[in-house]
């Protein structure tokens, strides 16, 4: 009996059906399946074409640790506000319960003056400018179609970006002239409250720096007085009588022990103490680490640029170099004129008005286009 090709064919075909029926059995879960085509995506992507660098790689290894980075910083951005205010406020009670009343007693009538003047203006900086680096938006591009100038279309929002634009993983959308996304302010630091940003960090650090160095003679002497009442707390709470002491009648029937005297602190001398370590230890650390922040975007804002420019002026500083190029960074007015761009200086009377008083007035700008400031080098006379 002889098989023909059309028989062949049919048994071959049942044949694939039936293992096919057979593996459609065997099959992963969709979750599971879903999981596997993912990563195997994942890893084509890293392949696709010639533009792929080390980079991209490490973007991509690491994406699960920069969504869970900015998930976790996303819902903890209220945690971290509310930890600020507490804080500083723990610091303001220590400062008018305890400090204030030792100010009055022992200080001149110039000193007090001094001191209240100073320490009340330095709290309403801080207060004034955090409340705007929190509240105030950052500025976002325009969602709609427009005329405006763009240098790229954002690979998440789909959306033309213009200079100095960058996407915020935690915020899930552009940012003008974006710099980072601050935790600690619950809010992206752009184009309209970079200024409100950097203030407040110098007025915070001026102020633990002012708390650090008036409050150190009281920290030691607090740290002394605890000290003394540590060992006053180990000492015995009596002396032992025995033998003819008993006899002779030095104590009371029932008695064997000599009652020491009272303690010569109070708990309110030990919380006063406390207090005083607590808010020296607190103002001097943050005092330190805040000031070193302050100090990078002072250098940064000296050189026209943010914490992304500088990422991005390296990256083209290298690149040029290569080819026997200098980079020249295109939104460095000079140091002079980087501060009155970035303060809004236009008058000898800004740098009372709206840097050393609060002030709500906007930068200069929409954040869209650079090419707004004038040709001339210096903006107003020094």
Request: charge should be positive; include cysteine; aromatic fraction near 14%.
């Amino acid at each position: 009996m002889r098989c023909s090709p059309g028989s062949m064919l049919n048994l071959l075909r049942s044949g694939r059906i039936r293992f096919c029926s057979r593996r459609g059995k065997s099959r992963l879960p969709l979750w599971l399946r879903k999981i596997w085509a993912y990563m195997r995506l994942l890893v084509q992507s890293l392949c696709f074409n010639t533009l792929t660098d080390s980079d991209v790689v490490f973007d991509s290894i690491f994406e699960p640790v920069f969504w869970t980075v900015d998930y976790v910083t996303r819902w903890f951005g209220l945690v971290f506000v509310c930890l600020v205010v507490i804080l500083t406020s723990s610091i303001l009670v220590i400062a008018y319960i305890v400090l204030l009343p030792l100010i009055l007693n022992t200080y001149s009538p110039a000193w007090i003056a001094w001191h209240i003047c100073y320490g009340h203006w330095n709290l309403i900086m801080i207060a004034f400018h955090y409340y705007k680096a929190a509240k105030t938006s950052p500025g976002y591009p325009p969602t709609e179609k427009n005329d405006r100038p763009f240098v790229s279309v954002c690979k998440k929002c789909i959306m033309p970006k213009p200079a100095r634009t960058h996407h915020c993983g935690i915020c899930n959308r552009c940012i003008l002239k974006m710099d980072h996304h601050c935790p600690w302010l619950n809010n992206c630091i752009g184009h309209f409250n970079h200024r409100y940003f950097f203030s407040f960090c110098l007025f915070m650090t001026l102020g633990c720096v002012y708390c650090s160095i008036s409050g150190r003679n009281l920290f030691l002497d607090a740290y002394n007085a605890l000290e003394r009442f540590k060992h006053l707390d180990l000492e015995k709470p009596g002396i032992p009588v025995t033998g003819m002491g008993l006899l002779i009648g030095l104590l009371p029937s029932g008695q064997t022990n000599f009652h020491t005297p009272a303690p010569s602190y109070t708990f309110k001398e030990r919380m006063i103490h406390k207090s005083i370590i607590y808010m020296w230890v607190l103002t001097s650390t943050v005092g330190v680490a805040l000031g070193a922040l302050t100090v990078w975007h002072a250098v940064l804002i000296s050189r026209g640029e943010t914490s992304i420019d500088r990422h991005i002026n390296k990256k083209e500083i290298q690149r040029l170099a290569a080819w026997g190029k200098v980079y020249r960074n295109p939104f460095n007015y000079g140091k002079l004129n980087n501060w009155k761009v970035f303060l809004g200086v236009e008058k000898r009377s800004h740098w009372v008005t709206r840097v050393l008083l609060p002030s709500g007035h906007p930068p200069y700008g929409d954040g869209l286009t650079w090419d707004i400031f004038p040709v001339r080098k210096d903006l107003i006379p020094v």
